[in-house]
Structure formats: C-alpha cells, structure tokens
C-alpha cells in the first residue's frame, strides 16, 4: 500500500532499506573478487586490459586500501571472458626465490593455472638451477605454452615492492642483483616475442620505485 500511495522516491527508498537491508560499498575492506559490489574504474580496468591487447606493460600505484587489488580482479575477469589468462604472482611470497627460481615458479603456475601437459615442461624444470641456462629455458617454455594454449597471457606482480631493489627484505633482490636479471629476462621476452600471441605485464604495488630510478648499481 505504502509503494502504491506515495509518489515521494526518498521515502520508497527508505523503506527499502528498512525492510530489506543497505550496504556501504565504500565500506568493504577486502578486495572485491567478484563483479557483485565493484562500480567504478571500469574505464580505467579497459585500459589496462588494452594495453595489454597492445603489448604494452602497465603499472597500477596508490596507498594501501584504495582498491588496487580490486582493480586487478577486475583486470583478470575481463581478460577471462576475452579468452586470455591473467596470473597473479604474490611478490610476498616471491621474493623467497633465487630469480631464476622466480621464473620457474612462474612457468609452472600457468602450466598449472591452464591444465597444460606437463611432461615436455617438467623436462626442463632441472635447467631453471642454472642460471646460465634459466633465461633460454623460460622463453622456450614461455613461447610453448602461448603456442599450446592459444591464449594471450598477462603477468601481474602485486605487492612489487618485495622484489624491488632497496625496498625487498631477501638480500638478493634487496641488492638488486636479482631484480636486474629477473627484469632482463621478462622484458627481453616481451620485446622478442615472435609468437601471435600477446604478452605482458602489469606490476602493482605501494612503492614505486621500481621504476623510478634510472640506474641500479650502476646498472
């Protein structure tokens, strides 16, 4: 009775939310995994995902708590329902690994994340324990399963900061040795892909510094 006598629109809404229940969606603390409560920035997930489309690598900064996460989720399903693959790769927990460890860790991840066959790709698993022979070994793994796949794919380093040279508290990455050889593989990768598929990556986080700088160790 009360919606067909009223023309008022405020006090309709009202007793909506009395009778039903209202949330605050600038109240929720944790990233939005699904498109249920996430609005806005859609313009800004579109960009990043064609950039992506374009090979070009993004980054995406801010304080904690401002949505960055959200973002890549957002990122993630668009790129699903494209028919592309997005992995998330933690720097939280990366930064644990040698850099050609990193690679691996990786590599196995989206073979995983895909349901690839895994046989031609754990032959080659040993040779990631040789430096000399882990950046050979992630571009033939790498161009394989863009190959196998037939999809594009999309690395996104959240929480980069963990692997960043000055900022990491794992010694290797702190001093930059690491991160220098990490990067020289991935960007050699992303520039000489001669597959059709497209590659690249998005790096999020707190601090960047990452990018920067002009130099490393004089690197």
């Known amino acids: 009775d009360e919606l067909l006598d009223s023309n008022n629109a405020e006090f309709i809404i009202g007793q909506m939310r009395r009778c039903f229940y209202s949330r605050d969606l600038f ?6 995994k699904k498109e249920l409560y996430f609005f806005g920035r859609r313009d800004l997930i579109q960009e990043l995902v064609n950039k ?22 957002g990122v993630i399903r668009t790129l699903d329902r494209k028919k592309s693959f997005a992995l998330l790769v933690d720097c ?12 691996r860790k990786i590599i196995w991840d989206i073979v995983n ?5 895994q046989q031609s790709f754990r032959q080659r698993l040993s040779l990631y324990s040789n430096e000399s022979e882990a950046a050979i070994a992630f571009e033939t793994d ?11 794919i999309l690395l996104i380093f959240d929480e980069i900061e963990n692997i960043t040279f000055d900022t990491s508290i794992s010694q290797t990455w702190k001093s930059g040795e690491s991160f220098i050889k990490f990067w ?7 520039q000489h892909n001669n597959t059709k598929r497209h590659f690249s990556y ?11 700088v002009p130099s490393i160790d004089r690197v």
Request: proline content about 3%; some cysteine; glycine content about 8%.
């Open 52 to 73: 992506h489309n374009n090979d070009e690598n993004a980054g995406i900064f801010g304080l904690r708590k401002t949505g960055k996460t959200s973002i890549i989720y």
């Open 142 to 152: 790498l161009k394989e399963i863009l190959t196998i796949s037939k999809k594009d």
């Open 27 to 32: 109240g929720i603390q944790d990233p939005l």
């Open 92 to 103: 939280q927990t990366l930064h644990l690994q040698s850099w050609n460890m990193a690679l």
């Open 202 to 212: 998005l790096i999020a986080g707190t601090n960047p510094r990452c990018i920067e």
């Open 184 to 190: 020289q593989v991935v960007r050699s990768f992303g």
């Open 113 to 117: 994340n895909l349901q690839l066959k």
